[in-house]
Structures are given as C-alpha cells and as structure tokens.
Nanobody, 125 residues
Framework: VQLQAFGGGPVQAGGSLRLSCTSS????????VGWFRQAPGKEREFVAA????????DYADSAKGRFAISRGTAENTVYLQMNSLKPEDTAVYYC???????????????????WGQGTKVTVSS
C-alpha cells in the first residue's frame, strides 16, 4: 500500500485547509486511515482516524469541533478538513493506514504499517 498526503501550505490563524490522502496498491475495505502530525521538536501525535468500511471516526481532543475526517467517493481518498486553524496546529501532517487495527489502537502511531510522506501545514498568527 502506498499513501500520498497533500494539501498543506501556509494559512493564517482562523483559516481552513483540506488535506487529502490517496492510496494505491493492495487496499482493503477493512482499512483504518489515520492522520497524525509532528511539530518541530515534538513527538508525532494522533489527529483523527476513520474506518473505511463503516466510516466510524475518532478525533484527538485538539481536533474535536474544528477538524473533520471523511472518506471520498473514490475508494482511495481520505480527507482531513481543518477549520479555525491555530498557530499550534503548525506541523507536518502524515496519513497512515492499517488493515487490521482494533479501535483502541487507532490513536497509536505504532499500530500503522503504511505511511505517506507528509505535508507541511504552517499557521501564522
């Protein structure tokens, strides 16, 4: 499975961005797709995840109410709509996928085997 994340860029505080994650290769409708981010000098952290089959979602507290993860109509794209962006959202955002991942592990980066290259989001105040 190959993943590609794109859609990042510079944005002012309060603005919005939509990140996209496309997949290719051997994918399965059982996959979970997650978004993680890593700010300079910090560890990678969970942002949001979605079950491809039933669209169940999960969010980090920092993302609830501002970000929305969704599955596109094409069977290989997951989006992360980010609204009301804050300077502390500045990070490189990565999408990840895993075929068999129990719900309690969705927030753990170690649970995902497949990763995209990352797309940088810079929020200025």
């Amino acid at each position: 499975v190959q993943l590609q994340a794109f859609g990042g860029g510079p944005v002012q505080a309060g603005g919005s961005l939509r990140l996209s994650c496309t997949s290719s290769g051997r994918t399965s409708r059982r996959y979970v797709v997650g978004w993680f981010r890593q700010a300079p000098g910090k560890e990678r952290e969970f942002v949001a995840a979605i079950s491809w089959s039933d669209r169940t979602t999960d969010y980090a507290d920092s993302a609830k109410g501002r970000f929305a993860i969704s599955r596109g109509t094409a069977e290989n794209t997951v989006y992360l709509q980010m609204n009301s962006l804050k300077p502390e959202d500045t990070a490189v955002y990565y999408c990840a996928a895993e075929g068999t991942l129990i719900r309690s592990s969705w927030t753990m980066s170690s649970g995902y085997d497949y990763w995209g290259q990352g797309t940088k989001v810079t929020v200025s105040s």
